[in-house]
């Protein structure tokens, strides 16, 4: 018979699990940097490499890592669409921003 166990669960992390979580933000932020700050990657929105430190943060943490490193990869690409500037025609932001 299997009984449920009603007490939570907590997970706590390890100081390797830590190490591992900063080197997946830096990756992530990384290249967010490559894509955004190096003219040819920017010039062709070469956004798809940002997806290396997401299926490395999805096969580590699943679900919910996946969750937030979309929503980093999002929130790190509009803010650097906002403070970086970007032409009328290549960015949907612009497009979207200008809607009457």
Same mark, same amino acid.
């Given at each position: 018979?299997?009984?449920?166990?009603?007490? @939570? +669960?907590?997970?706590?992390? %390890?100081?390797?699990?830590?190490?591992?979580?900063?080197?997946?933000?830096?990756?992530?932020?990384?290249?967010? *940097?490559?894509?955004? +700050?190096?003219? @040819?990657? +920017?010039? &062709?929105? %070469?956004?798809?490499?940002? &997806?290396? @430190?997401?299926?490395?943060?999805?096969?580590?943490? $699943?679900?919910?890592?996946?969750?937030?490193?979309?929503?980093?990869?999002? $929130? $790190?690409?509009?803010?650097?669409? +906002?403070?970086? $500037?970007?032409?009328?025609?290549?960015? *949907?932001?612009?497009?979207?921003?200008? *809607? @009457?």
């Amino acid at each position: 018979m299997v009984t449920a166990d009603p007490r @939570p +669960r907590t997970h706590r992390l %390890a100081g390797r699990d830590w190490s591992e979580i900063a080197a997946q933000a830096f990756a992530l932020l990384a290249c967010l *940097w490559i894509v955004h +700050r190096i003219d @040819p990657l +920017r010039e &062709f929105h %070469a956004f798809y490499l940002t &997806f290396l @430190p997401l299926v490395w943060i999805c096969l580590r943490h $699943g679900l919910p890592g996946a969750t937030l490193a979309t929503f980093a990869i999002t $929130g $790190g690409g509009l803010a650097a669409l +906002r403070l970086l $500037g970007t032409s009328e025609h290549s960015s *949907w932001i612009s497009c979207c921003s200008n *809607w @009457p």
